[in-house]
Every structure is written in structure tokens, then in C-alpha cells.
């Protein structure tokens, strides 16, 4: 979800998380300051659902308790002090009841960058997402050309770079999926030539 460059006065955490729940507009907390959420692009929706889908899917063949969670669900954080994020996609595996309307304990964390929060995606985003103790990975997903960024917490959060061809063990919630699936229906030049190559080597297998 793509972030407005402006924020509102400063508020404390009880009058933003009352105000959220009545607010239309979704906003992200960060050090007091309310920040409002712009729309997301056909790109960036698509790969969210598909990465969410994908995710449920696999959740649910293993009879996992775990649990998917859109862009609608808030994630409490902290790096010098609380912060509300809307992550594109969040899997929680243990009971989180404090508050219906954010979670304290996600394994996995995804977002799709968008332009106007890539800096933030990449710094205090990310930071803040790494304080969180039962973050076991954070997985940045590019929308304009095919590249997915694997954060792992038992790697010291070193970043692993996925393409397509490839596929992504999270294991987190002990799922694979393929970067193709993750790009599904999404339209760039990365998307095309992997299409066209694809093709070309089924005919050449047939040929043979």
C-alpha cells in the first residue's frame, strides 16, 4: 500500500487506534505521526493476492493453524517506540488476541514496493520490522520488473534475491512458492520474455 509523503499532528497511540477504527481513510502510525495510505496499483494488488492466495493455499493442504491477513490487518512494531503498519501480507501462527484490529506476532511480513514507499520499505519499514521477536522473515516483492527479496531471521537478515524460474522456501511457514506464481497475470518486460522462453523450450521438447 503506497504511503502519502505528509503526516497529521501528533497523536498518541490510543487516539490513533480509536480514530482508525472509524477512519475511511487507512493510516500507518510511526513515532505519533499519522501518515494516510494512498491506492494500491492493479500491479501491486495482483501480486498481493496472489502472494496471499498462494500462501492460504498451502496453509490449508498442511492443515496449518496458521493464519493469512490482507492489507487490512495492522502490525504493531517498534524500533525507538510503536509504530501501526498495514503490511500487504502477514502470516500469524500463534494466538494474538490483545486486539482485533492489529496483531503483535507475525512470522511472515510481505510488501510490494511501490515507488512512493520504496525508501521507506527498505529503512524504517524494515527496521521496525526486524525488532519484532516472532518475525521470522520479511519478503520485499518488486511490481515493475521481476525480483523478490528474502530477509531470514536465522540468516542475520541477510537478503536472498529470487527470479523467475525460481522457487522461494518460506520458511517460516514451511511453504514454497514460485516466483512465477507470484508475478501471475502481471504485465512487464521481465513477465513477457520469461513467457516466451517458456514456450519456445516446450516446443523444442516436443521437437525432440
Known amino acids: 500500500?503506497?504511503?502519502?509523503?505528509?503526516?497529521?499532528?501528533?497523536?498518541?497511540?490510543?487516539?490513533?487506534?480509536?480514530?482508525?477504527?472509524?477512519?475511511?481513510?487507512?493510516?500507518?502510525?510511526?513515532?505519533?505521526?499519522?501518515?494516510?495510505?494512498?491506492?494500491?496499483?492493479?500491479?501491486?494488488?495482483?501480486?498481493?493476492?496472489?502472494?496471499?492466495?498462494?500462501?492460504?493455499?498451502?496453509?490449508?493442504?498442511?492443515?496449518?493453524?496458521?493464519?493469512?491477513?490482507?492489507?487490512?490487518?495492522?502490525?504493531?512494531?517498534?524500533?525507538?517506540?510503536?509504530?501501526?503498519?498495514?503490511p500487504d501480507v502477514m502470516v500469524v501462527c500463534d494466538t494474538d488476541d490483545e486486539d482485533d484490529y492489529y496483531q503483535n506476532t507475525p512470522k511472515l511480513i510481505v510488501e510490494v514496493i511501490s515507488k512512493s514507499t520504496r525508501r521507506n520499505d527498505f529503512t524504517t519499514k524494515m527496521m521496525s520490522y526486524f525488532n519484532?521477536?516472532?518475525?521470522?522473515?520479511?519478503?520485499?516483492?518488486?511490481?515493475?520488473?521481476?525480483?523478490?527479496?528474502v530477509y531470514r531471521k536465522n540468516e542475520n537478515w541477510k537478503s536472498t534475491a529470487y527470479f523467475l524460474g525460481d522457487e522461494i522456501n518460506f520458511e517460516s511457514i514451511d511453504t514454497i512458492?514460485?516466483?512465477?506464481?507470484?508475478?501471475?497475470q502481471i504485465k512487464n518486460d521481465d513477465v513477457s520474455n520469461f513467457l516466451i522462453e517458456k514456450e519456445q523450450q516446450k516446443e523444442e521438447k516436443e521437437l525432440i
Not at 509523503?5 to 475511511?24: C, H, M, R
Not at 505521526?33 to 496472489?50: D, P, R, W, Y
Not at 512458492?177 to 501471475?184: K, M
Open 132 to 149: 519484532i521477536p516472532s518475525l521470522e522473515e520479511y519478503v520485499l516483492i518488486e511490481q515493475d520488473f521481476c525480483q523478490v527479496y
Open 1 to 86: 500500500m503506497s504511503q502519502l509523503a505528509y503526516a497529521q499532528n501528533y497523536i498518541s497511540i490510543e487516539e490513533y487506534l480509536e480514530g482508525e477504527v472509524i477512519s475511511i481513510v487507512k493510516q500507518e502510525y510511526i513515532d505519533g505521526e499519522v501518515f494516510a495510505m494512498a491506492g494500491a496499483s492493479t500491479k501491486h494488488n495482483s501480486i498481493s493476492i496472489n502472494v496471499s492466495s498462494n500462501i492460504y493455499s498451502g496453509l490449508k493442504k498442511s492443515n496449518s493453524t496458521c493464519r493469512v491477513f490482507s492489507s487490512d490487518m495492522k502490525v504493531k512494531a517498534s524500533l525507538s517506540s510503536t509504530s501501526f503498519f498495514y
Open 177 to 184: 512458492i514460485s516466483v512465477e506464481d507470484i508475478y501471475y
